[in-house]
Structures are given as C-alpha cells and as structure tokens.
C-alpha cells in the first residue's frame, strides 16, 4: 500500500494517459463488436489488444520514469475493470461464454473497488497486487482467445467457405484445432474466474487491517 500524502505529480503524464485510453477504447470495442461486418470484429480485436498491451505499458513507464501517482494507482485497476468486464458482457450477449463465471468475476471487481475506497477514505492507496496481476493476465489471455476464434470464424464465413469443410481441409490438424475451438475457452474463462476469486480473497486478507481501522497495514 501506498500512502496518499506522498509527493503529488501530474495526474496528466504519459502513464496516466494510456491507463485513461483503456476506458476510451471500450464504447469503441462495443460499438464494432455487435457490428456484422469482418472489418468491425477485427476493429474490436485490436482495440482490445491496445487494451492489454496499454496495462504493461503505463506500468512500464510509471516505474521506468518514476511516474507512480495515487490517481495512476486507482485509475489502473479501474481501467481494467471498465474495459474487462464491458468485454465479458458482450461475450455473454454474443453467446460466448457462461454467465455465471462472469457474474463472479463481476462481484469480485465491486467488492474490490468497494475495498479501495473504503482504503482511500481512510488515506490509504491499495495499490495492485501480485495475484491481481495475475488475475488480470489470465482475464487477458481469456479474453484474447476467444477474440481470436470469433475473428477466425468470422473471416472464414465472410469468405463464404464452410466451416466444416475448412476443418477438414486442415487433414490432421482440423480435430485438434475444432477441439481446442470449443473447449479451449471455457478451461481459460474457467482459470479466470478462478484466479478473480482467489485474488479478491488474497486482497482483504492483506489488506484486513484497513477495514478493521488500523492504519499500519503493510505496503
């Protein structure tokens, strides 16, 4: 955790822009993704594959170029939650993945951010942890996946071939690749949802000292 009465710095340098830029992608990821048209799904894929690569950067450059903020550190996980869970619902909408777990991953996300400011209200800054990280990154690779199976089925039926004929075309590699299709997501949405309850479960008992009041909790 980091105190809140640390030397201020710019809310507005480079770090906190790209962290920011997480959550002006998403209306533009949702706006192409329910769209029809190939161009579109691609859009929306790369639009989040900014998103992914923008949470290792603004860190890269806030540690590189001492850019740390307190806005910087509840802006970044709330970035992530904005962009992530405005994904996860779109998945459900497209018939991607089970409601449950992105219900779970949401209610973690609440409880979490309920956590932070309860922290900040007590002039303290959670800042992210390990398996947060790690719970983000397997939310990521989750999400990109699946991503990429929705722009590959999407290429091949705009080019009018059919799916199963294009399976069968890959000779040996057609079955492994049709299986990996339809159960590879769910094992990874699985492992997320995983890792968001095991995360949030890691962050309150860390950080059990605040909600008790006691202000010395650890770093």
């Given at each position: 955790?980091?105190?809140?009465?640390?030397?201020?710095?710019?809310?507005?340098?480079?770090?906190?822009?790209?962290?920011?830029?997480?959550?002006?992608?998403?209306?533009?990821?949702?706006?192409?993704?329910f769209r029809p048209e190939l161009w579109a799904?691609?859009?929306?894929?790369?639009?989040?594959?900014?998103?992914?690569?923008?949470?290792?950067?603004?860190?890269?450059?806030?540690?590189?170029?001492?850019?740390?903020?307190?806005?910087?550190?509840?802006?970044?996980?709330?970035?992530?939650?904005?962009?992530?869970?405005?994904?996860?619902?779109?998945?459900?909408?497209?018939?991607?993945?089970?409601?449950?777990?992105?219900?779970?991953?949401?209610?973690?996300?609440?409880?979490?951010?309920?956590?932070?400011?309860?922290?900040?209200?007590?002039?303290?800054?959670?800042?992210?942890?390990?398996?947060?990280?790690?719970?983000?990154?397997?939310?990521?690779?989750?999400?990109?996946?699946?991503?990429?199976?929705?722009?590959?089925?999407?290429?091949?039926?705009?080019?009018?071939?059919?799916?199963?004929?294009?399976?069968?075309?890959?000779?040996?590699?057609?079955?492994?690749?049709?299986?990996?299709?339809?159960?590879?997501?769910?094992?990874?949405?699985?492992?997320?949802?995983?890792?968001?309850?095991?995360?949030?479960?890691?962050?309150?008992?860390?950080?059990?000292?605040?909600?008790?009041?006691?202000?010395?909790?650890?770093?």
């Amino acid at each position: 955790m980091q105190k809140s009465d640390e030397k201020p710095q710019s809310r507005w340098n480079a770090a906190n822009l790209i962290t920011l830029s997480r959550i002006g992608v998403t209306p533009l990821y949702l706006f192409f993704i329910f769209r029809p048209e190939l161009w579109a799904k691609w859009t929306a894929g790369l639009l989040f594959a900014w998103g992914a690569i923008s949470d290792y950067l603004d860190g890269y450059l806030a540690r590189k170029y001492n850019l740390r903020t307190s806005f910087g550190a509840l802006m970044d996980p709330l970035a992530d939650k904005i962009l992530i869970l405005s994904v996860f619902v779109s998945f459900i909408q497209l018939d991607l993945v089970p409601t449950w777990m992105v219900v779970i991953i949401a209610a973690r996300e609440f409880l979490i951010t309920g956590l932070r400011q309860i922290a900040e209200s007590r002039g303290v800054v959670i800042e992210a942890s390990r398996s947060g990280k790690h719970k983000t990154i397997s939310q990521i690779a989750a999400i990109s996946v699946i991503l990429a199976i929705l722009c590959a089925r999407a290429t091949v039926e705009a080019y009018q071939v059919n799916w199963d004929s294009f399976i069968n075309g890959l000779g040996t590699w057609g079955p492994w690749l049709e299986g990996f299709m339809d159960y590879g997501p769910y094992g990874l949405m699985l492992y997320a949802t995983f890792m968001s309850v095991w995360s949030g479960v890691d962050y309150f008992i860390r950080n059990r000292k605040v909600l008790q009041g006691d202000f010395r909790a650890k770093h």
